[in-house]
């Protein structure tokens, strides 16, 4: 009976210790937290964010959420431009209240990939690196499905599926499936033959600042190239090319991390996504020489916009808008079903790329996000994922089979977001139980263990994985 009674006092001691060091956690983004749990929790303004600078983001949430049109058929010349070859007409297009994209579904009576993207590339070997990828000679680096009016889109994009059954050893049964892209009437000539394809949803947007305010040392210090620690964990840096600098940088953003900074990521997706030219993208049509219709078309330049589509000033607030958003807080934190879930989440050693904690340095230029301790659940590096997620496309120093880690702040808030729970580059997993057993290559050992807990487990370890 004593013996009983020091078990339960020990097991509250432990419990309640467990319970405050989580509440370090609650705060996912530092002080930029907001405490909601709705639609619109990826899409609020750091809660720390000066109010002298509401007014800026409120100018940059609404040419985010612009609806950009062909500028031949608008009374003000300088006021669009987009085009002529274009996957969606605004950025909330793709990043569905700031949250994810998804693939196109017949359930839910899509009719075309408005928020998922084509990236084409041949993998051949660029000596300078200063490209993200080698592009397709026609085509270019992605296809676009939409065009302006008189100029012939490059092809229809069209998903099909191909469903694998397995088991967990508990007897409990998954399916996974893969998307197949195809693509179809090219109106500007064959596709090299030597042409990857890849899809690829839009990411949340929230606590980007965050990201690109952490020390380059402070990621770095985790990369294990050639596992030296013998954990079988290897993780890689991108070294990306950067506009601004005109140097090398560190990549943080993007599938394979590889873009350097938010400014370039955001102009980078208005010009190959809207075809909107900008102060790095200055060439006024997103289109190739051998697309003559495209490339001969009238561009929509203008002296109010800095000689470009969108002006220095516009890309700086809506790169000011993307660096802004908040991050939500977790919830259920003192849920017992959690607090387990989140010591096996560490039993199954996925901290090992999925990295609980980091703090912000000093060098920001907004004094909101220096300092900040976040839990973004993210290496910010990249890992071999295994033959069942590559893609074939090399992005600088990335292969086909390495991604960055996916931050995980947010997670559990998917599905009231955006609509639709849809996780991985390219959309595939339905659930998290989906997405975790896609993960191969690095993760392979994870998995394994994973496919061994019982039903009680998995539910605890998702538990903790929407509480995110």
């Known amino acids: 009976m004593l013996r009983l009674s020091l078990i339960i006092i020990i097991s509250i001691f432990f419990l309640t210790t467990v319970i405050k060091s989580e509440e370090n956690t609650f705060l996912s983004g530092g002080e930029t937290t907001n405490i909601t749990n709705n639609r619109n929790s990826f899409s609020l303004p750091a809660k720390n964010l000066p109010e002298y600078l509401i007014v800026d983001f409120l100018v940059g949430d609404a040419l985010f959420g612009r609806i950009w049109e062909d500028s031949r058929f608008t009374s003000n010349r300088a006021k669009d431009g987009l085009g002529p070859f274009f996957s969606a007409r605004s950025c909330e297009d793709c990043h569905i209240n700031d949250g994810r994209g998804h693939l196109p579904e017949d359930i839910y009576g899509d009719v075309d990939s408005i928020s998922v993207v084509v990236h084409l590339a041949k993998n051949k070997i660029d000596d300078y690196k200063k490209t993200k990828k080698i592009p397709d000679k026609i085509y270019g680096s992605q296809i676009s499905e939409f065009s302006v009016e008189g100029i012939p889109k490059e092809a229809d994009i069209n998903f099909s599926y191909d469903y694998t059954i397995g088991a967990f050893e508990n007897g409990m049964i998954y399916e996974l499936r893969k998307p197949k892209i195809i693509l179809s009437n090219f109106n500007y000539g064959e596709i090299d033959g030597e042409t990857k394809f890849s899809a690829r949803v839009a990411q949340p947007l929230i606590g980007l600042g965050l990201i690109e305010s952490i020390k380059d040392e402070d990621i770095l210090i985790n990369v294990d190239e050639f596992d030296l620690n013998g954990d079988g964990i290897s993780g890689k840096a991108n070294k990306v090319w950067n506009d601004i600098s005109n140097s090398h940088s560190l990549g943080r953003f993007g599938w394979k991390a590889s873009q350097p900074t938010i400014l370039q990521q955001v102009a980078d997706a208005l010009f190959n ?19 003559v219709e ?4 009238i561009d929509d330049n203008s002296k109010e916009n800095d000689g470009f589509e969108i002006s220095n000033q516009q890309l700086n607030l809506m790169s000011f808008y993307s660096m802004q958003l908040g991050v939500p ?3 259920n934190i003192k849920n017992k079903d959690v607090i387990a879930g989140k010591k096996l989440f560490f039993e199954l050693s996925c901290n090992s790329c999925h990295t609980e904690k980091f703090v912000t ?3 920001s230029d907004f004094d909101n996000l220096n300092q900040q301790t976040i839990y973004p659940y993210s290496d910010f590096l990249l890992h071999d994922m295994g ?3 590559a893609d074939s496309i090399d992005e600088y120093e990335a292969n086909g089979s390495e991604w960055r880690t996916t931050p995980l702040w947010g997670l559990g808030l998917t599905e009231t977001v955006s609509g639709r729970k849809t996780y991985l580059h390219d959309g595939r997993a339905r659930n998290l139980i989906e997405a975790i057993l896609w993960h191969g290559g690095e ?11 019982d039903k009680i487990q998995i539910n605890q370890l998702l538990s903790f994985l929407q509480s995110l």
């Open 329 to 331: 807080a977790r919830r």
């Open 273 to 291: 996504d809207m075809g909107l030219s900008n102060p790095l993208y200055a060439n006024p049509s997103n289109c190739t020489k051998f697309q």
């Open 387 to 389: 033959e069942g997620l």
């Open 294 to 297: 495209c490339s001969e078309a």
């Open 361 to 363: 340095g000093t060098h």
């Open 443 to 453: 993760a392979i050992r994870a998995r394994m263990e994973f496919k061994k807990l």
